[in-house]
């Protein structure tokens, strides 16, 4: 079956710009992740959603960073007011509940000049 | 607080020889999951194994095998007769599942495999 899904590939922006990311997961899985990556540095929490809540956003590093999951399946990681060192690939994962393996997408580059 | 330690930055090696990838992990609960993912140079984290902390059991697939020790909090990982396409960077990552947790991975810095023909 189709795996987890991240649109666009790559967003280049402006600094002060709004970004949207959205990632489309495996289906039936309820569980859905965010995590941020920067170079050469293993992921990073950012958000976890269980349905359509988010049960834990403590990775979020402030409030320009949010996100949305309204029909429990697509989940759009939205950014405003975007800064330089927000460039970094953002990767999202799906799992069947918690513990379970998490399959992960290939990942959105942003880059912020 | 968790943590997840690869002390191997980076590692050579010619095709053809075996290589152990360290992992390290902290902490104070009794249930956990450690995985191993894969990044090749196209990106994309792709899963290798997830092990729960009471399975002490040493895992083999095909090329690739896994030693978990909880004495020393260790879950190291070996390639036998390595490839060119085995180079990538791995992660090893750690899941707390017990109450009060949402399981979110916890990686370590990663360790660059580099396989030279």
């Known amino acids: 079956g189709a795996g987890v899904s991240q649109t666009p590939s790559n967003k280049v922006t402006e600094k002060g710009k709004y970004v949207e990311l959205r990632c489309d997961p495996i289906?039936?899985?309820?569980?859905l992740y965010w995590y941020r990556q920067s170079l050469g540095q293993g992921p990073e929490f950012l958000i976890y959603f269980q349905g359509t809540g988010a049960a834990d956003d403590s990775g979020l590093p402030n409030d320009r960073f949010f996100a949305v999951r309204p029909e429990g399946s697509v989940s759009t990681l939205k950014i405003q007011r975007t800064e330089r060192g927000d460039s970094a690939v953002y990767l999202c994962a799906s799992g069947v509940g918690l513990g379970d393996t998490q399959y992960f997408g290939p990942g959105t580059r942003l880059t912020v000049l | 607080a968790q943590k997840v330690t690869q002390a191997q930055t980076e590692i050579s090696v010619v095709e053809k020889e075996d290589v152990t990838l360290d992992c390290v992990y902290e902490t104070r609960d009794t249930t956990y999951y450690l995985f191993w993912y894969k990044q090749p140079p196209s990106g994309e984290l792709v899963f290798l194994i997830r092990?729960?902390?009471?399975?002490?059991q040493n895992e083999i697939s095909g090329r690739y095998s896994w030693n978990f020790q909880k004495s020393t909090s260790s879950f190291n990982f070996t390639i036998t007769a390595s490839q060119v396409v085995d180079s990538a960077v791995y992660f090893c990552a750690l899941i707390l599942y017990g109450s009060g947790n949402t399981g979110k991975l916890i990686f370590g810095q990663g360790t660059t495999l580099q396989v030279k023909p």
């Open positions: 092990r729960n902390s009471f399975d002490e």
């Open positions: 289906s039936g899985h309820t569980a």
